[in-house]
């Protein structure tokens, strides 16, 4: 797993190296570089991208965040911040821009490492595969306005194809 971290400041890049689980490490890039400094990064397997949403940082990271969604929609993107009601606001920042992985660092190493195998999508168990789709008629029944029985009609309609 490739961890890239987004941030204005190398700071967080050692906080984030004393969490982490065994084996895995952190590569820091400038916030202010943009997303073009994630291109080396991104080619390897299982690359996540840690975004610095402490409260000094969210406001760039937010951008970011969107710009990122919008050029690399593939991308696993984990927002770090905090808890704390100091740092809560980076953490909404956050979950407003449409993040759904959140590395809060003030948990342990344990739950660190759960959200970033989520992430990226390495859970540790085998997923069984989906089965194939029965192929079916499809049948539309729709209702130019309310009441004229277009709900009626399909629950008719699903029980003579039941039969």
């Known amino acids: ?11 967080l890049a050692g906080l984030l190296g004393e969490r982490l689980p065994v084996g895995v490490s952190v590569h820091w890039v400038d916030s202010a ?3 073009a400094a994630l291109d080396a990064h991104r080619r390897q397997p299982h690359c996540v991208v840690l975004l610095d949403f402490r409260r000094a940082a969210a406001c760039t990271s937010t951008e970011l965040a969107r710009q990122l969604q919008r ?9 770090v911040g905090s808890t704390t009601s100091e740092q809560v606001d980076g ?10 992985d959140i590395l809060d660092m003030d948990t342990g190493t344990s739950d660190i490492d759960a ?13 069984t595969p989906a089965a194939a789709p029965h192929k079916a008629r499809l049948v539309l029944v729709l209702g130019v306005r309310a009441g004229v029985g277009s709900s009626t009609l399909a629950a008719h309609l699903g029980v003579l194809a039941q039969q």
């Open 91 to 100: 953490i909404v920042a956050a979950v407003r821009c449409g993040l759904r």
């Open 71 to 79: 050029s690399q929609p593939e991308l696993a993107l984990v927002a």
């Open 115 to 127: 959200v970033l195998r989520r992430a990226a999508g390495t859970s540790g168990t085998r997923a």
């Open 1 to 11: 797993m490739t961890l890239v971290l987004f941030a204005p400041v190398r700071d």
């Open 33 to 35: 570089g943009g997303a």
